[in-house]
């Protein structure tokens, strides 16, 4: 399938999903076709996908019919949020651009330093590259064996094998500095992180302290199912998840608090955690 076709697919599912219909105007003005070629993708999706989506003349575009499942989407509000505010210009929801996401300082990699680590981490080679520590802030050399990047809400974060300290680690990626050095094929891959491999259910709930109403609020708030939330989790990751939330401390104020994580979890995760 086409690109272009593909991204017109996602997009009709995104609108049924979220807004409950999707029609040849919405198609037009997002993508700057003719409603020509819209109606072309939707008797296509149609033909694909028969009995997913039908015609309401009440709402004047299309609706989920019987069969309708998702095949382009992953049904996250997120999605509908990047198309609503990606064509704000010519397109036709111009009240859904008061979707505002909260945004910290920038801290985009810079394409300069990731090039060579993305390439290290595609290749599955070894690199020598500066980096530069609040342990030691002065840059040493590092020859690392990354195989992942991993955002945590903040910061971007390198995993990498570390021949200085001869075992896998988190490097700050806006940490590295200076040449890259090619140091060949790496000798441990993904495979051997068994921290990395290891996943483990971190399991939220209401904070006690609170009323019975209030953890009902709660537990809705973070859509909850009897009361628990669970998110399995990669070893390395948790103490990112954990600031996330706010869980790596714990308030005073059961208000303020509002999760906490099971006596399970605190049992499961304390070995990670500094």
């Known amino acids: 399938m086409a690109k272009e076709i593909a991204q017109r697919f996602h997009f009709i599912e995104v609108m049924i999903n979220w807004q409950g219909r999707v029609n040849a105007t919405h198609l037009h003005h997002y ?43 992953n049904q996250n509000f997120i999605e509908y949020q990047r198309l609503t505010n990606n064509n704000t210009q010519h397109s036709p929801y111009e009240s859904l651009t008061n979707i505002i996401e909260v945004q910290g300082p920038t801290r985009d990699p810079n394409p300069q330093l990731a090039q060579p680590i993305l390439r290290a981490i595609a290749e599955k080679t070894a690199i020598d590259i500066g980096y530069t520590s609040l342990a030691t802030p002065e840059y040493k050399d590092r020859i ?16 990498a094998y570390c021949r200085k ?20 094929k790496a000798t441990n891959d993904i495979t051997l992180d068994q921290q990395w491999n290891h996943i483990i259910d971190i399991e939220i709930m209401p904070d006690p302290r609170l009323s019975s109403i209030q953890q009902q609020v709660i537990a809705r708030d973070y859509q909850m ?20 939330l706010n869980l790596d401390h714990y308030a005073a104020d059961p208000l303020a608090q509002q999760i906490v994580l099971s006596e399970h979890t605190r049992q499961q995760i304390a070995s990670y955690i500094y």
């Open 31 to 73: 993508f700057s076709i003719s409603r020509q070629a819209a109606s072309k993708t939707f008797k296509r999706y149609i033909s694909l996908y028969p009995q997913a989506i039908i015609y309401d003349d009440t709402v004047k575009g299309f609706v989920p019919d019987s069969a309708f499942s998702y095949h382009h989407s």
């Open 165 to 184: 300290n001869q075992g896998f680690r988190d490097f700050v990626l806006s940490r590295f500095n200076g040449e890259v050095i090619d140091e060949g």
């Open 144 to 159: 690392i064996e990354p195989h992942s990047l991993i955002f945590d809400g903040l910061r971007w974060h390198v995993r």
């Open 225 to 244: 199912e009897q009361g628990k939330c669970i998110m399995p989790t990669r070893a390395p990751l948790i103490n990112y998840f954990l600031k996330r």
